[in-house]
């Protein structure tokens, strides 16, 4: 089955300083990737996507992901991170074995950043 | 603004009543989904939809129903209201297969609280 971890409940970092919210996945064939982001009473919105390609992947508001096979790795990083960063960050992953649409979770890493 | 629209966005019901959340997108997605938000869990599938008139459970299905009669609503309705069924619910859709985005678009979440 597929599945999705993120290890990490919280994750605390300084404005300024680079920050890696890390996912880790478990899939059965080729991964389809994705992080999304949740601000408070917010819905969750999409940051980026791995679908094939570069390891790496640019998102919005300055985030990229890179994707690491040989690790089944996923995580999401930014060189400098902002106070306004702070937020609820979801990994998920694409279950193939449905068609493709149902999208698994993680429980979600919550970030702060200290300004 | 087109989009994705969840009603209400907050609801008090008492254990036992029947309860409908609302969820209404204006793109034409064939996909659409609800997930469930709860603290140590982070988003669970209850429902999801294919195309009008195609529902199937996710995860965690048991004491909800969901109809899709037009392919912009999904309504998911609680027949019988259970304290564990407070939660904050998500609505979301996805474009089709083979379109270059294949991530999801999420409502603003109704928070329900069953007493």
């Known amino acids: 089955a597929q599945s999705v971890a993120q290890p990490e409940d919280q994750v605390n970092v300084a404005e300024g300083n680079p920050l890696t919210v890390k996912c880790t996945y478990s899939?059965?064939?080729?991964?389809?990737l994705f992080w999304y982001v949740q601000y408070p009473n917010r819905g969750l919105q999409f940051l980026l996507k791995?679908?094939?390609?570069?390891?790496l992947v640019k998102g919005s508001y300055g985030f990229e992901a890179e994707f690491n096979k040989s690790q089944t790795s996923f995580h999401l990083k930014k060189p400098s991170a902002l106070v306004s960063d702070s937020a609820l960050y979801f990994c998920?992953?694409?279950?193939?074995?449905?068609?493709?649409?149902?999208?698994?979770f993680g429980a979600g890493t919550r970030l702060f950043v200290k300004a | 603004d087109a989009g994705i629209t969840q009603s209400p966005r907050y609801k008090i019901t008492e254990t036992g009543r029947q309860v409908t959340l609302m969820c209404h997108q204006t793109?034409?997605?064939?996909?659409m989904f609800w997930y469930r938000q709860d603290l140590g869990h982070g988003l669970r599938l209850i429902y999801y939809?294919?195309?009008?008139?195609?529902?199937d459970k996710g995860e965690v299905p048991d004491g909800y129903v969901v109809s899709r009669s037009k392919t912009e609503n999904f309504p998911l309705t609680l027949e019988s209201a259970t304290r564990s069924q407070t939660s904050v619910y998500f609505c979301?859709?996805?474009?089709?297969?083979?379109?270059?985005?294949?991530?999801?678009?999420f409502g603003s979440g109704t928070r329900l609280t069953v007493v």
């Open positions: 979301a859709s996805s474009e089709l297969e083979g379109s270059r985005n294949y991530g999801y678009t």
């Open positions: 899939v059965s064939g080729n991964p389809y």
């Open positions: 791995y679908i094939t390609g570069d390891n």
């Open positions: 998920a992953v694409r279950d193939l074995n449905t068609g493709g649409f149902k999208t698994i």
């Open positions: 793109w034409s997605h064939s996909y």
């Open positions: 939809s294919a195309a009008a008139d195609i529902t």
